[in-house]
């Protein structure tokens, strides 16, 4: 049986660094840390981990936002289970328990942006009932 709690990243972070990693692999261990301290001091933002007997199995960063196409929104960020337990259901769990947990909270929707190269999580998310509602532009300084 799967639990999810909200955790502070920072408290576990060799474990949420590995996962973080195993998502963004062309990203430096220093940078990762980074930025999560600036990220866990934000108001809008929480950290879901996904655990079992446990065990830290999987991350997601949670962005509350109020949107007028949705109204109060949790884009989640930053998903990702341990590529060594992917393809056993644990994504799916993991999904339907911050679901639950965004509904309890009054959210009226649950959305996130995926990189177009990792055509993985597309089928994944089409699974789960997400449906493309656009393009997310960036322009960086």
Same mark, same amino acid.
């Given at each position: 049986?799967?639990?999810?709690?909200?955790?502070?990243?920072?408290? #576990?972070?060799?474990?949420?660094? @590995?996962?973080?990693?195993?998502?963004?692999?062309?990203?430096?261990?220093?940078?990762?840390?980074?930025?999560?301290?600036? =990220? &866990? =001091?934000?108001?809008?933002?929480?950290?879901?981990?996904?655990?079992?007997?446990?065990?830290?199995?999987?991350?997601?960063?949670?962005?509350?936002?109020?949107?007028?196409?949705?109204?109060? #929104?949790?884009?989640?960020?930053?998903?990702? &289970? @341990?590529?060594?337990? /992917?393809?056993?259901?644990?994504?799916?769990? +993991? +999904?339907?328990?911050?679901? @639950?947990?965004? $509904? /309890?909270?009054?959210?009226?929707? &649950?959305? $996130?942006?995926?990189?177009?190269?990792?055509?993985?999580?597309?089928? +994944?998310?089409?699974? /789960?009932?997400?449906?493309?509602?656009?393009? #997310? +532009?960036?322009?960086?300084?």
């Amino acid at each position: 049986m799967t639990e999810l709690k909200i955790i502070n990243p920072m408290a #576990h972070f060799a474990k949420v660094k @590995d996962l973080l990693m195993q998502l963004n692999p062309n990203k430096q261990a220093t940078y990762i840390e980074e930025t999560l301290k600036k =990220m &866990v =001091m934000l108001d809008n933002y929480t950290c879901f981990g996904l655990y079992q007997a446990g065990e830290l199995l999987g991350i997601s960063s949670g962005w509350t936002t109020v949107r007028i196409y949705c109204g109060k #929104h949790l884009e989640l960020d930053n998903v990702i &289970v @341990d590529n060594r337990l /992917q393809s056993k259901g644990l994504g799916k769990q +993991f +999904f339907s328990k911050i679901e @639950d947990w965004a $509904l /309890q909270n009054g959210y009226d929707a &649950v959305g $996130l942006t995926t990189y177009l190269s990792n055509a993985r999580s597309h089928k +994944f998310y089409f699974n /789960q009932g997400y449906n493309i509602l656009g393009f #997310h +532009f960036q322009k960086t300084n």
